[in-house]
């Protein structure tokens, strides 16, 4: 157990809908990241959060995602009208930023299915 | 977008055997990581190398960096079955973001 908590751990849904998941990080660590991993692939980073501020989201992220870390603490990542392509695993890991970068602690990974 | 590939994509061993593998990477890195992932569950991290470091030791594992040819190597000594999985290299970038990126990994199948 990392301590990072996902959820949910499973969502199945249909094409056209919204899903939202969620990532408690370990609560003294405060980057945050939303990564997402499709079978036999490495994590893909989507976006992060220092603190509460969103520092980057990767160009390779449609309009219909969004992410939100409201005061530091859990965040939230939105896929909205969702597609095929969407299916994946969702993975949030979380690290202490300073001066000695540290590992980043991994939850378990929201798996995504869109039928 | 992705940095680091690994090399081989797909390695297959005995049990006792050493493991070997590679990452390259392709912008100036502050720090290089190697991540474990067993089948559907999420990453753990094995150990971290800086910049300024050359090789690095933690138990089984031996990592070397060579940011000349920005390239590592993770090398897993008398591989047990309990070893398969997927490994991935990690670094945190050193453009202005310092984001950790992911390598495209390498599946490691130990038989007993």
Known sequence: ?115 | SQQGEEDPQALSIQEGENATMNCSYKTSINNLQWYRQNSGRGLVHLILIRSNEREKHSGRLRVTLDTSKKSSSLLITASRAADTASYFCATITMDSSYKLIFGSGTRLLVRP
């Open chain 1, 1 to 115: 157990d990392t301590g990072v908590s996902q959820n949910p751990r499973h969502k199945i849904t249909k094409r056209g809908q919204n899903v939202t998941f969620r990532c408690d990080p370990i609560s003294e660590h405060n980057r945050l990241y939303w990564y997402r991993q499709t079978l036999g692939q490495g994590p893909e980073f989507l976006t992060y959060f220092q603190n509460e501020a969103q520092l980057e989201k990767s160009r390779l992220l449609s309009d219909r995602f969004s992410a939100e870390r409201p005061k530091g603490s859990f965040s939230t990542l939105e896929i909205q009208r969702t597609e095929q392509g969407d299916s994946a695993m969702y993975l949030c890991a979380n690290s202490l930023w300073d001066s000695s970068n540290t590992e980043a602690f991994f939850g378990q990974g929201t798996r995504l299915t869109v039928v």
